[in-house]
């Protein structure tokens, strides 16, 4: 039953946990709750990392993890849901399952590796998520790395056309990784002519910025934007945290998805 008292758009987050807080479900805590949204959590994964570091992932067994997020479909009315670092096949397995069919969109961020370089997929979880995660998915935001590597393909374009011809409805790759002089980040969809935003490369690097970026965007769908106002108020918002980002650890900075207040 919807409670008419309820201001807040849910958002349903899937993703793995960073003891740093810099990335996964903290990060996109925070990135949808300064949206003006209320995120509620199911853990894929808990990870053993810092902001230099990943040393180990360990996944949730299946079964919980199927009921953690039955239980939050059963009980709240979510309007949108982010998908994050899932940490094995299995886990895939029961996302697929149990948002088959829900009508709200699905934005996934396809974290196949940390920054630091600590691998969290192999070939058969990549074709996995290709066949049956991606005809779900509203918005898929790899960057360059990611989307080269999940679609096979060295041109950017063709691996946009890839994801998106394995049922994507849009494609958003950034272009951090890329050695340009500024960060080219590129919006693909089937219907509309490709999209490029162009933002100032910041200095240093940053412990979940992909968190932040896929999140937010998330958020703004939820609160009734359309996908293109979503993608580009979002790349303003994780730009903002980022300029004015933390040096809490020896390693990549914090977004600091809070700046503005």
Not at 18 to 31: R, Y
Not at 220 to 242: F, H, I, M, P, R
């Amino acid at each position: 039953m919807t409670n008419s008292n309820n201001q807040k758009p849910v958002v349903l987050v899937i993703a793995g946990h960073d003891p740093s807080g810099g990335a996964g479900i903290q990060a996109d805590i925070e990135s949808i709750s300064n949206a003006g949204c209320h995120a509620t959590t199911v853990i894929t994964s808990l990870t053993s990392q810092n902001t230099s570091k990943v040393l180990d992932v360990i996944p949730q067994d299946p079964e919980p993890f199927r009921h953690q997020i039955r239980l939050i479909l059963e009980d709240m009315d979510i309007v949108a849901c982010k998908i994050g670092m899932i940490g094995s096949n299995k886990l895939l397995e029961v996302i697929v399952n149990e948002l088959t069919g829900l009508k709200f969109p699905i934005v996934l961020d396809p974290v196949l590796s940390s920054a630091t370089g600590k691998k969290f997929s192999d070939d058969d979880f990549c074709k996995n998520m290709l066949t049956s995660l991606l005809p779900l998915t509203t918005l898929i935001t790899p960057n360059s790395i990611e989307a080269t590597l999940l679609a096979q393909e060295d041109n950017f374009t063709a691996a946009a056309n890839t994801l998106l011809n394995y049922g994507a409805k849009s494609v958003l790759i950034t272009g951090t990784h890329n050695e340009t002089h500024k960060v080219i980040n590129s919006l693909y969809t089937k219907q509309d002519p490709l999209i490029e935003y162009h933002w100032e490369r910041l200095p240093g690097t940053f412990h979940g910025s992909g968190c932040t970026l896929s999140s937010r965007i998330t958020a703004l769908l939820a609160l009734g934007n359309d996908l293109k106002k979503s993608v580009e108020k979002a790349q303003e918002y994780t730009w903002l945290s980022l300029k004015h980002g933390l040096n809490l650890g020896r390693g990549q900075a914090h977004p600091n998805r809070f700046y503005e207040s």
